[in-house]
RNA sequence: GGAUGGGUAUGCCUAGUGGCGAGGGCAGCGGACUGUAAAUCCGUCACAAAGAAACAUCGCAGGUUCGAGUCCUGCCCCAUCCA
């Protein structure tokens, strides 16, 4: 037995340490990881799809600097709200700054409620092979003129998994599977089996910050009544000035979108935030759906704390017993 | 007091004008996700159940009818308008 542990942890200190931080929206990620990044002696790494982009701030409850206290952040305020975003470059900025903090002797803490970002990262999952091509215009006007079921149907001969996995509603991602033959020659299915096969090469905690699904909706609620009162609706028409369009990543952030329809005139404000409130909802229950799914998690449930001290300790011990700290 | 419109499932909105075990939407809940992921998509949503046999429900109570959410009568409630 005691020949096991030694093993055991042996090979985990060769691996490089990683903390995560993450849950549904609206939790209290944020006030949580500085306290962690301060006991630990660690910087942050944002794994949020929105918070990277500048002049994003209110709709996104971007972290200002006077709240990081000292605390070094990668990944936040790095981009145009022009500019594309999405996981392979997420994976890359994420990985050149791990290599930053490791070479600080620092600890790696990756905040942020984007799992499929964070699975990404923590995983090595391959992206590279595949480049966004014309083939995908292709697909969508293919797409448009004879609908979803027609293309669906091409993927039955080349990647008969995906076929029945995948929804033929699921445009999206019935594009991606039939682009990813198109340019790499084997299926997307074949490609994801083999990814999610992958070891960690971190040695590494997963902390899912979770609490009452009641208390939760009402924080959201709250938060966003705030962010309105903040200036979201102004924050949200500067970016329009400025020249961005409903079609870009960033403008497709919660807050963001249905604060555009308003403006559009699609719809009242009351009717905007009605529906952003909703949407924010939706969206913290499928980030629950994700973290359940995933393995090797620990769930922090906020309830089950007096204090935030005592979560912080919980914490602490468990980076303790995997040899992170 | 009078006129008009309306009350549809454990929450909200709504379709239905004689064959309804009542259609749709929202919320809620569950799930998927491997280069748009704060995106995209799916399922579920009275009870029971695959039995030609039985037991709900359309504000309440009666009536007409083989059969009523639907037609008739009375009552209750809501909204608006008139006194």
Redesign the pocket.
Known sequence: MTNKTVQHSDNLIQKKPLVILTGP?AVGKTALSIKLAKAINGEMISA????VYKYMDI???KIMSNEMDGIKHYLIDVLDPKE??????FQTMAKQALEEIYAKGKIPIVVG?????I??LL?D?A??????SAY?AELTAEYEQYGAHALHERLKDIDPISYE?I?E?????V??ALE?YHDTGYP?SQ??QE??EKESPYNFEYFVLNDD?AVL?NRIEQRIDIMVEQGLVNEVQKLLDYGCTPDM?SM????Y?EIVSYLQGDCSLEESIYILK??T???A??????F??EKAITWVDKNLFETEDKMLTFMLENLQEKCII
């Open positions: 929206t949020d799809s929105m918070q709709g996104t409850a594309d975003f999405n996981v392979f470059t409620g984007t799992g499929f970002y699975q990404s995983y999952i992206f590279e092979n595949t480049e966004v995908r996995e929804h509603n699921n445009v999206k991602r594009i991606r990813f997307i490609h994801n990814q999610r699904r909706y990543v497709q952030g919660l807050g979108k909703r949407d909802r939706h969206f229950k499928r980030q629950l759906t994700w359940r799914r």
